[in-house]
């Protein structure tokens, strides 16, 4: 669970540094931009792959393990 708060926390920060790159550079293909949008891809790809297991992980369980 800390794992995907810190995850998160990352996501918004790095998502707040591109929306402020962006408004410093006026435009989304300069190399900071990029870079930093590259970055956040890598971690939202993280978090959808952890939701995902998540997901399937909880369909394998029986009825009763879930309770």
Same mark, same amino acid.
Request: hydrophobic share 35%; with cysteine.
């Given at each position: 669970?800390?794992?995907? =708060?810190? =995850? %998160?926390?990352? !996501?918004?920060?790095? $998502? $707040?540094?591109? +929306?402020?790159? /962006?408004? %410093?550079?006026?435009? =989304?293909?300069?190399?900071?931009?990029?870079? !930093? +949008?590259?970055?956040?891809?890598? /971690? #939202?790809? #993280?978090?959808? $792959? $952890?939701? +995902?297991?998540? !997901?399937?992980?909880?369909?394998?369980?029986?009825?009763?393990?879930?309770?």
């Amino acid at each position: 669970m800390e794992d995907e =708060l810190t =995850l %998160e926390t990352q !996501i918004n920060q790095l $998502r $707040r540094q591109m +929306s402020l790159a /962006y408004e %410093e550079k006026g435009t =989304l293909t300069d190399a900071c931009v990029v870079a !930093i +949008s590259q970055e956040l891809d890598h /971690y #939202i790809v #993280i978090a959808q $792959r $952890r939701k +995902s297991n998540a !997901i399937t992980d909880t369909d394998q369980q029986t009825p009763t393990e879930l309770t």
